[in-house]
Structures are given as C-alpha cells and as structure tokens.
C-alpha cells in the first residue's frame, strides 16, 4: 500500500523588490500575446540570460507554470490567475496596521493573522 504523502506547508514566497515585482509582472503581460523565445523576452525585460532564468525560477517557486516548447516559452495558466500569484514587495507596514488589515475573513486575512500572532502570543 502506498503511503499517503503528509501535507507540508508550501514555502514561504520569496522577499522581491518593487523594481522586480514589476518586470516580473511585465513578464506575465508579455505572454498575452502567446508563445515568447527567450532572445525576444530578455530584450523586452533588458535583462541578461541569467537574471531571466532567475526570474523564470522565481516564477516556478510561486507556483506560476511556464513551460518551454519549440523553443518558446508560454504561461499555462491563465495570465490573471498567474498574476494573483506573483509576490508582493514588503508594504512596510507598522504592526497596527498590519491588525487593522488582519479584520476580516478571508484566505489573505487569515495568513496576516497568522503572522501577527508569531509576533504576538
């Protein structure tokens, strides 16, 4: 029989700067269009091979599904569904106001909750 695999909680995302929360979520937009060679993305992102297969890793770890096929790179998932998981800079948020953003209900309330109450027992 098989064993069930326990349920790990998924890593924390990766801290990003403003500056590549933006090309990152340029990217995304870029897919719009459809399939994308890497030549042609670097250009549009000014950015060298190796910052383009970091962003690419960082995108993978968010759980955003790029694949490559012919030697162009294409989204899998929808590019809105994909953006809804692209990570955000640190607001720099006092800890009242990360309280006051914690009122609520839902999945995103809940996860700052959550870290509030690390700091707070």
Do not use: W
């Not at 349920?7 to 399939?35: C, D, H, I, N, W």
């Not at 670097?42 to 190796?50: A, G, I, K, P, Q």
């Not at 990570?87 to 006051?100: M, S």
Request: zero cysteines; proline letters at 7%; charged letters at 35%.
């Amino acid at each position: 029989m098989a064993r069930k695999r326990s349920k790990r909680p998924s890593p924390a995302p990766k801290a990003v700067t403003a500056e590549r929360a933006r090309r990152l979520y340029r990217l995304l937009q870029l897919f719009r269009t459809g399939p994308q060679t890497r030549a042609a993305l670097t250009r549009r992102l000014r950015l060298d091979v190796r910052g383009f297969y970091r962003d690419l890793e960082l995108l993978r770890d968010a759980g955003i599904a790029v694949t490559l096929n012919d030697r162009r790179y294409t989204l899998r998932d929808p590019v809105e569904r994909a953006i809804s998981r692209l990570p955000f800079p640190d607001p720099r948020l006092t800890l009242g106001e990360a309280q006051q953003l914690a009122k609520g209900r839902t999945q995103a309330h809940r996860k700052l909750k959550g870290q509030i109450a690390e700091i707070i027992p």
